[in-house]
Nanobody, 114 residues
Framework: QVQLVESGGGLVQPGGSLRLSCAAS????????MGWYRQAPGKQRELVAT???????HYADSLKDRIAINRDNAKNTVSLEMNSLKPEDTAVYYC????????WGQGIQVTVSS
């Protein structure tokens, strides 16, 4: 089993920046892909960005100019830098990891509002 704990969410003003972090524990050594997803009210969960163990990345096209994902395989952590935040970025952000199945963190709220 893999346990994921997110941190770094909160309230940010439009145009601001935020950094989310996720720490994996348990059977973290078997994680092939780690990343971030988000779910806005009334919408389906969607991909934000992922990074494979070999460093390859996959970004949502609509977000790739404003975000950056980083992963530390030694520490089993993944972070997401988000810039130029917009109100439509408001969502619950989930850390996800694939290791013999998909594992999810509990999610963390990000609210972009003035």
């Amino acid at each position: 089993q893999v346990q994921l704990v997110e941190s770094g969410g909160g309230l940010v003003q439009p145009g601001g920046s935020l950094r989310l972090s996720c720490a994996a524990s348990g059977s973290a050594a078997g994680i092939a892909v780690m990343g971030w997803y988000r779910q806005a009210p009334g919408k389906q969960r969607e991909l934000v960005a992922t990074m494979s163990i070999d460093g390859s990345t996959h970004y949502a096209d609509s977000l790739k100019d404003r975000i950056a994902i980083n992963r530390d395989n030694a520490k089993n952590t993944v972070s997401l830098e988000m810039n130029s935040l917009k109100p439509e970025d408001t969502a619950v952000y989930y850390c996800g990891a694939y290791a013999s199945g998909m594992h999810w963190g509990q999610g963390i709220q990000v609210t972009v509002s003035s």
